[in-house]
């Protein structure tokens, strides 16, 4: 809830919205991030404007509307009239400003002005957010921008981002990776035999990298398969028999189901696919392999101790190989 007396970035985004949507007679607001009687003024008429409660306050209703507008008219729809699809009787409204024309480092002030806690996303992405920042510079619109900046925020508040070494340690948690991992593939995982088992996460990993960077999941990987041929696991398969190279292949197809129907449904801390995609995208410089190498690294702790050394070897086998 956002109402009178209340301060903070929140407002001045409140503020710059309303100053982008409908009709209205009352003075351009200035976005200070004061919520005082002008902006309690806007808010009132834009709530009568979209046949809203009137109460001045900007709850979930309001807020919903209100963003919905803006991001509509901020990539060209027409709401100059108070109402969506309505014709405008405004002189030509004033273009947003696009990433692309802008600066690194005035991506940069615009991250830093609009984000909630811009030193905390430099200490929980690191060196990502460069690459985040390089991305997002070529984005279409200014709403793109604001979007992905809102879902970092999301995922620097829950904390479920750390930087370690120069490597997102968690970067499941972003990515609502650990979703699948605890929910769907532990339990199942650990009925299989060590070699399958950590087989079958690298299957994981390359299936969630393919989600991410909207790819066809890997089948299979080839340089990983081939050693695995060489080196088959000793121990025992279903029954008594032995491993086959088909028990390799099930355990990975396992995994790739399993990993691709749970980022399907995954919430993602509120924020929509078509936000996260190209946010974590950006944050490894549009390089698959990047991104499937932090989540290979993820699994550190689980892999087991006896598969560390050739879990890390395997490092160098890189994505979609």
Same mark, same amino acid.
């Given at each position: 809830?956002?109402?009178?007396?209340?301060?903070?970035?929140?407002?001045?985004?409140?503020?710059?919205?309303?100053?982008?949507?409908?009709?209205?007679?009352?003075?351009?607001?200035?976005?200070?991030?004061?919520?005082?009687?002008?902006?309690?003024?806007?808010?009132?008429?834009?709530?009568?404007?979209?046949?809203?409660?009137?109460?001045?306050?900007?709850?979930?209703?309001?807020?919903?509307?209100?963003?919905?507008?803006?991001?509509?008219?901020? /990539?060209?729809? =027409?709401?100059?009239?108070?109402?969506?699809?309505?014709?405008?009787?405004?002189?030509?409204?004033?273009?947003?400003?696009?990433?692309?024309?802008?600066?690194?480092?005035?991506?940069?002030?615009?991250?830093?002005?609009?984000?909630?806690?811009?030193?905390?996303?430099?200490?929980?992405?690191?060196?990502?957010?460069? =690459?985040?920042?390089?991305?997002?510079?070529?984005?279409?619109?200014?709403?793109?921008?604001?979007?992905?900046?809102?879902?970092?925020?999301?995922?620097?508040?829950?904390?479920?981002?750390?930087?370690?070494?120069?490597?997102?340690?968690?970067?499941?948690? #972003?990515?609502?990776?650990?979703?699948?991992?605890?929910?769907?593939?532990?339990?199942?995982?650990?009925?299989?035999?060590?070699?399958?088992?950590?087989?079958?996460?690298?299957?994981?990993?390359? +299936?969630?990298?393919?989600?991410?960077?909207?790819?066809?999941?890997?089948?299979?990987?080839?340089?990983?398969? =081939?050693?695995?041929?060489?080196?088959?696991?000793?121990?025992?398969?279903?029954? +008594?028999?032995?491993?086959?190279? #088909?028990?390799?292949?099930?355990?990975?197809?396992?995994?790739? =189901?399993?990993?691709?129907?749970?980022?399907? /449904?995954?919430?993602?801390?509120?924020?929509?696919?078509? #936000?996260?995609?190209? +946010?974590?995208?950006?944050?490894?410089?549009?390089?698959?392999?990047?991104?499937?190498?932090?989540?290979?690294?993820?699994?550190?702790? #689980?892999?087991?101790?006896?598969?560390?050394?050739?879990?890390?070897?395997?490092?160098?086998?890189?994505?979609?190989?």
């Amino acid at each position: 809830m956002l109402r009178r007396h209340d301060r903070g970035r929140q407002i001045s985004t409140l503020q710059n919205m309303l100053n982008w949507v409908g009709n209205t007679r009352l003075p351009k607001l200035d976005p200070d991030g004061v919520f005082g009687r002008k902006t309690e003024e806007r808010v009132r008429e834009y709530q009568d404007n979209r046949s809203l409660a009137v109460d001045g306050i900007v709850g979930p209703e309001t807020y919903d509307a209100l963003y919905n507008d803006f991001t509509r008219t901020a /990539t060209g729809g =027409n709401l100059w009239s108070g109402g969506l699809g309505a014709t405008s009787t405004r002189a030509s409204k004033p273009e947003p400003p696009e990433p692309r024309a802008m600066s690194q480092a005035e991506i940069r002030e615009f991250m830093r002005e609009y984000s909630d806690d811009y030193e905390r996303l430099r200490r929980g992405y690191g060196r990502h957010l460069d =690459n985040f920042v390089f991305c997002l510079a070529r984005a279409n619109d200014m709403v793109s921008l604001m979007r992905a900046v809102g879902f970092l925020d999301q995922t620097a508040r829950t904390g479920v981002m750390a930087a370690s070494g120069g490597v997102i340690s968690g970067i499941g948690g #972003v990515a609502g990776i650990f979703i699948w991992y605890y929910t769907a593939l532990r339990q199942w995982a650990n009925a299989l035999t060590a070699s399958r088992r950590t087989y079958a996460y690298r299957g994981a990993c390359y +299936t969630a990298t393919a989600w991410f960077f909207d790819q066809n999941p890997p089948t299979r990987s080839d340089r990983i398969w =081939n050693r695995i041929s060489q080196f088959r696991d000793p121990e025992p398969g279903p029954g +008594t028999r032995a491993v086959t190279m #088909v028990d390799y292949q099930d355990a990975w197809n396992d995994a790739r =189901n399993k990993t691709w129907q749970e980022l399907q /449904t995954a919430d993602f801390e509120g924020a929509d696919h078509s #936000v996260v995609k190209p +946010t974590v995208q950006a944050l490894f410089g549009e390089d698959p392999a990047a991104l499937c190498l932090a989540f290979l690294q993820s699994f550190e702790g #689980v892999v087991g101790s006896q598969q560390l050394g050739v879990w890390r070897d395997n490092y160098s086998v890189r994505y979609p190989n």
